[in-house]
């Protein structure tokens, strides 16, 4: 069984251009998060798919960033425009139950 | 809310040596407790869980025991080898709250030299 995969494995964007990171979960998993880990410090939630609706979003931190899920399926996280702050590896979950999530690679993500 | 306060890092041991690295959590009602690792190059890996006060999680080698009265989650292990080199999170989740997000702790990174 596939596991969870991402894409890009690493970008580099300048401030102020948009970026699009995508997370295939595994097959059948309705359950979706995006975590983001910045400047080596906890990894946080950003938010929470079940299926193609947002469950929880509160960990989404501006209106910069705009998180999708086409048909339940796969996932894509924009951030538009982007800022220096918002470097950091971002990581993606899936899940048929909460406490069993399996993450992705994640995806480094350089602002310059 | 919940946050997860674990040992800061980074850690550097010979190989065989004994190994803890602490976690302590604050969270109301019952959380789930895990570590994760992630190894060089890769992602997270769930290492072990517990749901519930006084489960034992194991896995390759690893412990940790969910202690409620102390609100711990130390992992522990016996005999450290080189290839357990990684970085190591805390983490709960509080289900029964309505919320399903994982909080975490910084991360412990951990070198094992032979």
């Known amino acids: 069984e596939a596991g969870v995969t991402q894409f890009p494995s690493h970008s580099v964007i300048e401030k102020g251009q948009t970026v699009t990171l995508r997370c295939d979960p595994i097959s059948g998993h309705d359950n979706l998060y995006w975590y983001r880990r910045v400047m080596g410090k906890e990894i946080k939630f950003l938010l929470h798919?079940?299926?193609?609706?947002?469950?929880?979003e509160s960990g989404m931190p501006n209106n910069r960033f705009l998180a999708e899920r086409t048909g339940g399926t796969y996932s894509t996280l924009k951030v538009q425009p982007a800022e220096l702050e918002d470097s950091g590896v971002y990581f993606c979950a899936s899940s048929q139950v909460a406490y069993e999530q399996y993450f992705g690679p994640g995806t480094r993500l350089t602002v310059t | 809310g919940n946050s997860v306060t674990q040992m800061e890092g980074p850690v550097t041991l010979s190989e065989e040596a004994f190994l803890t690295i602490n976690c302590t959590y604050t969270?109301?009602?019952?959380?789930?407790l895990f570590w994760y690792v992630q190894y060089p190059g890769e992602g997270l890996q769930l290492l072990l869980k517990a749901t519930k006060a006084d489960d034992k999680g194991s896995n390759k080698g690893f412990e940790a025991t969910y202690r409620k009265e102390t609100t711990s989650f130390h992992l522990e292990k016996g005999s450290v080898q080189v290839s357990d080199s990684a970085v190591y999170f805390c983490a709960l989740v509080n289900i029964n709250f309505g919320n399903e997000k994982l909080t975490f702790g910084t991360g412990t990174r951990l070198t094992i030299i032979p």
């Open positions: 969270a109301t009602g019952y959380p789930s």
């Open positions: 798919f079940v299926k193609e609706s947002k469950q929880d």
